[in-house]
T-cell receptor
Framework: EADIYQTPRYLVIGTGKKITLECSQT?????MYWYQQDPGMELHLIHY???????EKGDLSSESTVSRIRTEHFPLTLESARPSHTSQYLC???????????????FGPGTRLTVL | KNQVEQSPQSLIILEGKNCTLQ??????????LRWYKQDTGRGPVSLTI?????NTKSNGRYTATLDADTKQSSLHITASQLSDSASYIC?????????????FGRGTQLTVWP
């Protein structure tokens, strides 16, 4: 089982609150990702990071922000949550091997966010 | 546009029966194709990975096939168990980016009944 953790697992909050979703991995992976997933829909990449101090926006526009100060930690923050942010948020990580652009992404268990 | 389409959207089978899930993709240039299993409320877990030159790969009761010419893949589950109930997601990676960009299907929701 992958050593990637997300907290909290479930979160119910009111509109306008600031929240941070935590993601940590102990595998020493350089790349980390945040995905958003709605029921019955595909995963959408919202943020990714190549390494420390590197963050990029993904394919799906998101009002959230991320930071990568430490290799193992990749938190996602919503400054002012809205009901449209209700979704499942999945964190993943992968390592870069020489000469290979793609390696398996290991996923955390996800955070189910509900904004009332 | 790079896309991954899966069928059926959902499937119900009896314990012990076999089933086959389908995946069609248009991702180019193609790097590899993975099948992931996602249990309810959990993150996806990789079952198999197939590159361009591979036609078949097995992982226990799971067997994946790939036809790179027609851009189709299938996942066959043999002698299904209750624990096989999950969403099975086809994920295709392109060769054109250093990020290793993944394209996800919407998954097939499999339910195994006793």
């Amino acid at each position: 089982e992958a050593d990637i953790y997300q907290t909290p697992r479930y979160l119910v909050i009111g509109t306008g609150k600031k929240i941070t979703l935590e993601c940590s991995q102990t595998m020493g992976h350089d790349k980390m990702y945040w995905y958003q997933q709605d029921p019955g829909m595909e995963l959408h990449l919202i943020h990714y990071s190549y390494g420390v101090n590197s963050t990029e926006k993904g394919d799906l526009s998101s009002e959230s922000t991320v930071s990568r100060i430490r290799t193992e930690h990749f938190p996602l923050t919503l400054e002012s949550a809205r009901p449209s942010h209700t979704s499942q948020y999945l964190c993943a990580s992968s390592e870069t091997l020489a000469g290979q652009g793609d390696n398996e992404q290991f996923f955390g268990p996800g955070t189910r966010l509900t904004v009332l | 546009k790079n896309q991954v389409e899966q069928s059926p959207q959902s499937l119900i089978i009896l314990e012990g029966k076999n089933c086959t899930l389908q995946c069609n993709y248009t991702v180019s240039p193609f790097s590899n194709l993975r099948w992931y299993k996602q249990d309810t409320g959990r993150g996806p877990v990789s079952l198999t990975i197939m590159t361009f030159s591979e036609n078949t790969k097995s992982n226990g009761r799971y067997t994946a096939t790939l036809d790179a010419d027609t851009k189709q893949s299938s996942l066959h589950i043999t002698a299904s168990q209750l624990s096989d109930s999950a969403s099975y997601i086809c994920v295709v990676s392109d060769r054109g980016s250093t990020l290793g960009r993944l394209y996800f299907g919407r998954g097939t929701q499999l339910t195994v009944w006793p």
